[in-house]
């Protein structure tokens, strides 16, 4: 199954919406908080889409849009923020990594 991304909005308010064959299979949504940090507030998957890795092809498409936009996200969601946290490549986008390496 072929997955498009699209942004809808911008990186202050929006959301990333993945689709197959003009159909919505998932969604997630992300907001501006502060300067620095985009809260993912929702992250959806289409019932009967599931276990298809549609998740983690939209929190790949926000961490290029965070690292592009010198970002770091702030995963509000729980499911966003265990995708995120068993991820070693997403280490460097957290609010949490960096947080703790101002501390180190």
Do not use: H
């Not at 911008?10 to 985009?38: P, R």
């Not at 498409?61 to 499911?79: F, G, H, Q, T």
């Not at 490549?89 to 990594?97: C, I, N, P, R, T």
């Amino acid at each position: 199954m072929e997955i498009e991304i699209v942004l809808l909005n911008d990186l202050k308010n929006g959301k990333l919406v993945a689709s197959s064959n003009n159909k919505n299979v998932g969604s997630l949504s992300y907001s501006l908080n502060g300067i620095k940090n985009v809260d993912i507030n929702d992250l959806t998957i289409t019932e009967g889409y599931e276990k298809q890795n549609i998740e983690i092809e939209l929190v790949d498409a926000l961490v290029e849009l965070v690292r592009n936009n010198r970002k770091i996200i702030n995963p509000i969601n729980s499911y966003a923020k265990l995708l995120l946290e068993m991820n070693d490549e997403y280490k460097d986008v957290l609010s949490v990594a960096k947080i703790k390496q101002v501390i180190a």
